[in-house]
């Protein structure tokens, strides 16, 4: 980031010595590539600090077999999921192909519960510019659903082919595809485009087309949306400090004349190594999740709480131990 320069003897009085070359501001194409994520992640920032609360106790103990593979066992309680409940194995498994700094592939993981209910995931890729993941869930011994999506990264711009629950037999499933591309250093558009076939379908086949925009402000704060002739959904994230963020969900069924909004945070406590999220939602219901390391044991508390108000209460609240 800088030079020395040394000499045995002074340079002449009239020689002036020329100043350090100002750093070059990055080029539009090199701003938008900085940033240029799929459009399934439009709104990822936002939704990261909304809180996932759960009920009962779990436990959950991880160990490390390799510097690619890890196993953990989980035991959980609840009265709101009994089907959730119970005890379940998962495995991980983490490639040695190394393409950015904590990435690698491929990336293998799933867990089983003793009646063999299964939830597997893979990811994959092939190519520098190419990036292939599956989503597999087996109940009750039958196949419940797959996905399979296929992600490109061009120079500027992302696209994805999204195939679920695709059935040969009776060609019946659902396809989705994704554009995404920067047009400003600050302005993303793009569009998706859902198409669902098969017999049970009128006409045998159904399609929605919505667009996509965000907008990445300089000041740490995020505006994403995307919009068809029936549904908006529109997120907004904001970075107040290296402690503080917190964000706005709002989902709009224009048919229906239905809208959900939501306020979430999340404050990190690194002299605690604490993290605590929480949200408010429309519908009276107030969450939070507390997360917070049981330094020098390897052990993290969680605590959950989950309210709703109104005619239907309801009431959640949850403890969790990590080990490992």
């Known amino acids: 980031m800088g030079n020395v320069y040394a000499s045995t003897a002074p340079p002449p009085l009239t020689t002036v010595p020329e100043p350090p070359p100002a750093p070059v501001a990055p080029t539009e194409p090199e701003e938008s590539k900085s940033r240029l994520t799929t459009l399934e992640e439009l709104h990822k920032k936002c939704k990261d600090i909304f809180p996932m609360p759960f ?17 953990n066992h989980t035991a959980s309680m609840s009265s709101m999921q009994p089907l959730a409940s119970g005890y379940k194995f998962g495995a991980t498994y983490v490639g040695s192909q190394i393409v950015g700094p904590g990435e690698a592939y491929p990336v293998l993981l799933g867990d089983i519960d003793p009646s063999g209910n299964l939830n597997a ?85 159904i399609s929605a087309l919505s667009v996509a925009a965000r907008y990445t402000s300089p000041n740490n704060f995020i505006l994403s949306g995307t919009f068809s002739p029936h549904q908006l959904h529109a997120c907004y994230y904001q970075k107040a400090s290296d ?35 929480g949200s408010i939602s429309s519908d009276f219901g107030i969450t939070g999740v507390y997360e917070k390391k049981l330094a020098p044991l390897p052990l993290v508390l969680t605590l959950s709480g989950h309210i709703v ?10 403890i969790g131990l990590t080990l490992g």
Request: glycine content about 8%; aromatic content about 12%.
């Open 243 to 277: 402690q503080l963020q917190y964000g706005v969900e709002v989902d709009t069924n224009i048919k229906m004349r239905e809208s959900y909004a939501k306020f979430g945070y999340q404050v990190d406590l690194p002299k605690l190594d604490a993290t605590f999220k």
């Open 309 to 318: 108000h109104g005619r239907n209460p309801l009431y959640r609240f949850g």
């Open 121 to 205: 995931n893979m990811l994959c890729q092939f190519h520098p510019r190419l990036r292939t993941k599956a989503v597999v869930q087996i109940q009750d011994s039958k196949t419940a659903g797959y996905q399979v999506s296929n992600d490109y990264k061009g120079d500027n711009y992302t696209a994805s082919v999204i195939l679920g629950n695709f059935d040969p037999v009776t060609f019946s499933g659902m396809s989705i595809f994704h554009y995404l591309q920067p047009v400003t250093p600050t302005v993303d558009l793009g569009a998706e485009l859902a198409v669902q076939f098969g017999p049970q379908i009128p006409d045998g086949i």
């Open 55 to 71: 009920d009962g106790a779990r436990i959950v103990f991880n160990r490390g077999l390799s510097n690619h593979f890890q196993i």
